[in-house]
């Protein structure tokens, strides 16, 4: 029977998971948060709807299985990505009705899983920093960004993790139970992105057995048990949706896998060092920890090396404990050198690089405790969370402007005062308390920006506090299309057609998801013969005037259309264009 200790400190993580993962995204903890933003939130969204209409819709056990091979939008196959984010969002749509916040519980609770593996592996595996690394993973700003989105990044990144996890589990205990997990989990993982996952898995392992030249590794890990298991997880959706599109081979693999890696076709280029920005951003606000984390690894991988080549050939013992930091630190590594090279970059792409360096970072701080933090890490840390807490205050108001200007004088003092308390309270607690109270001291720095951005309330009947709606609602109207697509309504019904010219993907996306109904751009279809709602875009992100009136005049020429109401907040205006 577990200790009082033990419960309160699963009880203490379950708390602070499921508050950073869902927090403000649900009408039970928070309120609806953010709408979908972006071009893939809505865009999966709307699969997934799709999906789901189609498997209602289906009146035998055949005819719903099918419906769940091909995915489509508006009507027509959409087969960049496997099926396992639509299948997954389309039983939440099914419980819960069809919701942005629905859309993105099951990025949430994969997240939630993911940790709540690492706290159990770590327990029992590297007991003391196990708390410590669950903490740091659901509380950094990687993780808590990809559980709050409907997408598939963290659908792969999270169960490549636990079977990577459960591979290590297995090099330490030799036991088939734990190699289970890298063939169950990598299959998985497949289904949420495609052979990226596999080839990621293989390569990390492989390259683990060739630092530590145990090249029986790679034959011992192949186990037929496993392999079957992975192709049936993963063989029957892939020859499905062949036999039901015969282009999919050459879209799915040849154009969004190898053609996406080597060529810019998709317009993600970005510099070769663009991914250590991104981690640096991801891992925030331990990044200073989890930089002098990372380097301790490599240090001590470094050093677990040179000892295992100075001990005699007949003396040389193999010890798979200590190769735990060298496996993170290629588990690390691996995905951030690989996606580097390509040619297409989204931040995304380098999520499965994050739990091994949260893991790391516990670990060390656990390690820590008895010599304590050095002036630099503490003061550091201290002045990162500081930064962070400055920054969120300031950002209703940077949200709010359209140029760039500086910030009135008494929002930046009070910022700046709120900032320098957060920091000062982590020093005090860390110097006062010890290392061990630094995760908590972080946590409730995290806790109050998350209330303030997501506002405090409702939550068991506790009303919420007007001021910190406010920062989402500013966030909403700017970046996505909910609060548009709510005030469409007002003047047609959601089966009126609606249209857009020169607006953004994301946009036309999220409209289409809100009134679950495809959108007419006219620079692709033409202009609507019917009457219809028009979305034009009349300014760009920096103000600059798109000319977007007279150029409707050419597409709308003899055509009556009159203005209902601007936009600003993105540089919308919205017209009512009568019928040919």
Request: aromatic fraction near 14%.
């Amino acid at each position: 029977m577990p200790s009082w200790a033990t419960v309160c400190e699963a009880a203490v993580f379950l708390i602070f998971a499921v508050f950073f993962l869902t927090y403000g995204e649900t009408p039970f903890l928070g309120g609806d948060g953010l709408g979908l933003v972006g071009a893939d939130e809505p865009r999966y969204a709307q699969i997934a709807h799709e999906m789901l209409t189609r498997f209602d819709s289906a009146h035998t056990l055949k005819d719903r299985l099918s419906a769940c091979v091909t995915p489509y939008l508006y009507g027509h196959p959409w087969l960049e990505k496997p099926a396992l984010y639509y299948w997954r969002a389309m039983f939440v749509f099914q419980d819960f009705g069809v919701h942005d916040w629905a859309a993105r519980l099951p990025s949430a609770s994969f997240a939630f899983i993911m940790a709540m593996l690492i706290y159990l592996h770590m327990r029992r595996f590297r007991p003391g920093g196990h708390l410590d690394a669950a903490l740091i993973t659901v509380a950094c700003a990687g993780i808590i960004g990809f559980s709050r989105g409907a997408s598939t990044d963290m659908q792969m990144a999270a169960p490549l993790a636990i079977g990577l996890l459960g591979w290590y589990a297995w090099y330490e205990t030799d036991s088939k139970f734990w190699l289970f997990d890298i063939y169950f989990f990598t299959g998985v993982a497949t289904l949420a992105k495609g052979p990226v996952a596999p080839f990621l898995a293989l390569v990390i392992v492989a390259s683990f057995a060739a630092l530590r030249k145990e090249w029986s590794i790679l034959k011992r890990s192949f186990w037929w048990p496993g392999v079957l298991l992975y192709f049936a997880i993963v063989l029957p959706w892939f020859l499905a949706v062949q036999h039901q599109n015969p282009t999919f081979f050459r879209e799915f693999f040849l154009e969004h896998n190898l053609e996406r890696f080597a060529t810019n076709r998709y317009a993600h280029a970005q510099p070769f060092w663009y991914y250590a920005v991104v981690v640096v951003l991801a891992v925030m606000p331990w990044t200073v920890i989890a930089g002098r984390a990372f380097i301790d690894g490599i240090q001590t991988s470094v050093a677990e090396w040179r000892l295992r080549h100075t001990i005699n050939a007949k003396q040389k013992v193999c010890r798979p404990g200590d190769a735990f930091p060298e496996f993170l630190v290629l588990w690390t590594v691996i995905p951030i050198l690989f996606f580097s090279f390509s040619q297409s970059k989204l931040p995304g792409y380098i999520l499965p690089s994050i739990p091994p360096i949260t893991i790391l970072t516990g670990d060390y701080l656990f390690r820590r405790r008895a010599k304590g933090l050095n002036r630099w890490e503490l003061g550091g840390h201290a002045v990162l969370c500081g930064v962070m807490t400055m920054f969120a205050l300031l950002l209703p108001w940077f949200v709010s402007q359209h140029g760039p200007q500086m910030p009135p004088v008494a929002a930046l003092i009070a910022a700046v005062l709120a900032a320098t308390g957060a920091a000062l309270l982590i020093v005090i607690v860390v110097n006062g308390f010890g290392v061990a109270r630094l995760r908590l001291a972080t946590t409730a720095v995290l806790v109050v920006l998350v209330l303030f951005l997501y506002g405090v309330g409702p939550v068991f009947g506790i009303p919420a506090i007007e001021s910190t709606k406010r920062v989402v609602h500013l966030l909403d109207r700017a970046y996505s299309a909910r609060p548009l697509a709510d005030q469409l309504t007002t003047y047609g019904p959601v089966t009126e057609t609606v249209a857009v010219f020169r607006v953004r993907r994301d946009m036309e996306y999220g409209l289409a998801f809100y009134r679950n109904h495809e959108v007419v751009n006219y620079e692709e279809s033409g202009v609507p013969d019917e009457q219809h709602l028009l979305v034009a875009r009349v300014t760009g992100r920096n103000g600059a005037d798109l000319h977007t009136p007279s150029a409707l005049q050419e597409y709308l020429e003899g055509r009556h259309y009159e203005q209902l109401f601007s936009w600003p907040e993105q540089g919308l205006e919205v017209y009512l264009v009568g019928a040919r």
